[in-house]
């Protein structure tokens, strides 16, 4: 316990999931966090409605959070969409394509932009640590293709590594996580609608079952805290082995 006593957190995309689920973590470990989504019944000990899509909500977000508790200390970059008319790039939209991008790209590039320089007004050789959330789906390909949510991770992946190495002595740190399948609503919805597309996915998995939203807050815990000092622009896996596998157990 206390692991992040005294410390900042600001988690997007904090209304369930992955996010709501880090939020209760982190706040279990001493940090105030605010949670974000577009409603504001994102978990957090402040919780506020923003559009991370919208550069000015994205900055309003971080002055407010500065005005309620006077610092930022790690940014947890996490919104995201995956939407049924996202599938192979001979049948998705460009608008549907342009709409995961801006949700899950686009988003990660304000949030750094403009919360970056909060973690760097910080003193002392550690001054925060930033994990954007990608996807494992990011170093992989598959044939169920959701064209523009992978290409979306695969950038989220490479902006984070950039920006690690761009800012590595500074004292702020950046890394991509990288989940697996997680049992979420989403994933819940896609075993209602199709129970055969869900078990396609389902064998590929080592362990034999999605991952527990809680089960990728812990890794982000260490990711924000100082047990992690020296890990950076990393491509931090948390997929049960997924990208690892050739064939699976029976």
Do not use: W
Request: charged content about 20%; overall charge negative; hydrophobic content about 45%.
């Amino acid at each position: 316990m206390g692991r992040l006593d005294g410390k900042v957190a600001v988690i997007t995309g904090a209304a369930g999931g992955i996010g709501a689920a880090t939020a209760e973590l982190f706040m279990a470990e001493g940090a105030s966090v605010v949670g974000a989504d577009l409603s504001d019944d994102g978990v957090g000990t402040l919780s506020l409605a923003v559009d991370v899509t919208d550069e000015e909500a994205v900055r309003g977000m971080y002055a407010r959070v500065v005005e309620e508790f006077g610092r930022i200390d790690v940014l947890f970059n996490n919104a995201g969409i995956s939407p049924d008319d996202d599938t192979s790039v001979l049948d998705t939209t460009f608008e549907a394509y342009q709409r995961v991008q801006d949700v899950n790209l686009k988003s990660v590039f304000f949030c750094c932009k403009h919360g970056i320089p909060h973690l760097l007004a910080n003193a002392g050789p550690i001054r925060g640590s930033v994990i954007n959330t990608a996807s494992f789906v990011a170093v992989m390909g598959a044939a169920t293709s959701q064209i523009s949510y992978t290409a979306s991770k695969g950038g989220v992946l490479a902006l984070s590594r950039e920006l690690g190495v761009e800012f590595a002595r500074t004292g702020v740190r950046v890394n991509a996580l990288c989940p697996g399948p997680v049992d979420t609503p989403l994933l819940q919805e896609l075993f209602a609608k199709d129970p055969a597309k869900a078990a396609r996915r389902m064998v590929h998995v080592p362990v034999g079952r999605f991952a527990a939203p809680e089960e990728i807050a812990r890794p982000v815990l260490f990711l924000a805290s100082d047990d992690s000092t020296y890990v950076n622009a990393t491509t931090f896996l948390v997929d049960g082995g997924l990208s690892g596998a050739y064939v699976t157990p029976e």
